[in-house]
């Protein structure tokens, strides 16, 4: 569908086919580390800079592997790629703003085991969109995966001041809410057309 | 992990129930909210995720000697993205419905958490052998978590296990259940039915205990 308006495939990256509630993509630390709203936002920036960056790495990559002829060798270049990306932006902040490293510092490592840099890196390409539309896709996903981290950081801080059965404390209850959410996501269903 | 202590059985039966990676530990999650629509997907993801896991244990364990410690995690992550590239082309040979049914998911296996962490956890620690049966463990308890997942969500769904109608036609299916929201409810329901069984378990033990104590106190 390369003729998509980059418009409509923001809106289906961020709310209607989102990453998390939709794909499932990044649900390990969505539900291990969106417990505190502060952290879910910096998380979120974080996710969405490395998406941007390996977005354009995965578009080069998948060029040079057509020229010549080597599709097999696909998923292991995407993620080295992705893992020496992270370690790059990682050392490149760390010169750049030790402020930012210091806010960002322990989330990055964690995030070449994310599911939803390499989704994103293999959709893109499955999907044959060209540069322009690569970025806008890979912005439309990291602001769809902070958005749900957000909400989710949101209504768990609530949900520690409420009372609840034993059963029901942690994972069990995370899953639930994440079900609501998506439930609640689904409601956008057709706004990118 | 105090491997030496414990027998290979040991090893393997541990990852069926009671570190069961899906309903205790929580790992691997993307996969197994994905593809469990359906029973069938839910079955093939989970043996993929098997095979996976019992190679890369056994690459990672017999070269465990060989690996740098500083580069190990890349290391571990290029083998199994090998093996995923491989399980990714079997398949697409074998059934191409079930390839499209799973799409980019195959591929995702690399990142799956529960792979990484055992070669990381365990792999790298022990003998070719044990890291087998260790992989053979948790590969089937992950594969048997993963079915559990899809035949409730294909039977309310769609009133059909691996296709076949279950029911009288004038079943309405859960509609919910076969979309993305209605994995999040069944893995909690899953959840919930483990915690619980856990809790009953303490409860038991306790009681048990309080029990002794008192027969205790009256044969003093």
């Known amino acids: ?193 | 992990m105090a491997a030496t202590s414990k027998s290979s059985t040991d090893e393997f039966i541990k990852g069926l129930w009671k570190e069961n990676p899906v309903f205790v530990q929580v790992l691997g999650m993307c996969p197994v909210l994905a593809v469990s629509n359906t029973a069938m997907n839910a079955l093939a993801m989970g043996l993929a995720t098997a095979f996976v896991l019992i190679m890369s244990n056994i690459a990672v364990s017999s070269l465990r000697n060989f690996i740098p410690k500083q580069v190990r995690i890349a290391t571990y992550i290029l083998i199994i993205a090998t093996f995923v590239t491989v399980v990714d082309y079997v398949i697409q040979a074998v059934s191409l419905d079930l390839y499209k049914a799973l799409g980019a998911f195959i591929s995702l296996i690399v990142v799956n958490c529960l792979i990484l962490g055992r070669a990381e956890a365990f792999a790298s620690k022990n003998t070719v052998a044990r890291s087998v049966m260790d992989g053979l463990g948790m590969g089937i308890g992950f594969a048997f978590a993963l079915f559990c997942l899809g035949a409730v969500r294909e039977i309310l769904g769609s009133g059909s296990l691996f296709g076949a109608q279950l029911f009288h036609d004038a079943f309405q299916d859960w509609v919910v259940m076969i979309l993305p929201s209605g994995g999040f409810f069944t893995l909690a329901a899953w959840l919930l039915l483990f915690n619980w069984l856990e809790q009953r378990k303490e409860r038991k033990a306790k009681s048990d205990e309080a029990t002794t104590l008192a027969l205790g106190k009256e044969a003093v």
């Open chain 1, 1 to 193: 569908m390369p003729s998509e308006s980059l418009w409509t495939i923001f809106i289906n990256a961020s709310l209607v086919n989102n990453f998390v509630l939709a794909y499932f993509l990044g649900i390990c630390p969505f539900l291990g580390v969106s417990s505190k709203l502060e952290t879910a936002t910096r998380m979120g920036g974080a996710v969405t800079f490395v998406m941007l960056v390996s977005s354009v790495c995965a578009f080069g990559i998948q060029l040079l592997l057509v020229a010549i002829d080597a599709p097999y060798l696909k998923l292991i270049s995407f993620i080295a790629v992705i893992a020496s990306t992270v370690q790059l932006v990682e050392m490149f902040i760390k010169k750049v703003s030790p402020a930012l490293f210091r806010a960002l510092g322990i989330f990055l490592p964690l995030i070449t085991t994310n599911c939803a840099i390499l989704g994103l890196a293999l959709f893109q390409t499955n999907k044959g969109y060209s540069f322009v539309q690569c970025i806008v896709y890979a912005l439309g996903a990291g602001a769809g995966v902070t958005r749900a981290r957000v909400l989710m950081a949101g209504l768990r801080e609530k949900l520690e001041l409420a009372e609840v059965p034993d059963v029901t404390k942690g994972t069990a209850m995370a899953l639930m809410i994440a079900g609501l959410l998506s439930v609640t996501f689904m409601g956008f269903g057709g706004l990118g057309g």
